[in-house]
């Protein structure tokens, strides 16, 4: 499995539509971020410390097809990369992170 981080209000929005669009970022780099099992709890840290409101959705590639590539990124680590929409029936989770705690603590509990 694979896993998005992203605003609880964005997964709300890409529900509504029928699939992930991306988030801002995504947008702005042409492909939506994912990270592996090994890399979100970092990813976490990096880029959402003191944010609330966050969903953590766990993705099956194997629903993804082509579009999802494996690219170098964070120290060359290889990335999943998803260019195009993320489609709903992908999604096999979705967890809302608790607010009291971090983000990359309430991840990796979830990761067990």
């Known amino acids: 499995m694979i896993y998005k981080l992203l ?3 964005e997964w709300d929005d890409a529900r509504a539509a029928g699939h992930l669009a991306g988030t801002a970022v995504d947008r702005q780099d042409g492909f939506i971020h994912l990270s592996a099992a090994d890399q979100v709890v970092e990813t976490a840290r990096r880029h959402f410390a ?5 969903t953590l959705l766990t993705v099956d590639p194997a629903r993804l097809g082509d579009r999802l590539r494996w690219e170098p990124s964070r120290g060359g680590q290889l990335f999943p990369h998803l260019y195009g ?16 705690v971090s983000a990359d603590a309430a991840v990796a509990a979830l990761l067990g």
Do not use: I
């Open 50 to 54: 003191g944010a609330t409101g966050l």
């Open 85 to 100: 929409p993320l489609p709903l029936a992908a999604v096999v989770a979705a967890e809302a992170l608790p607010a009291d």
């Open 7 to 9: 605003p609880a209000t």
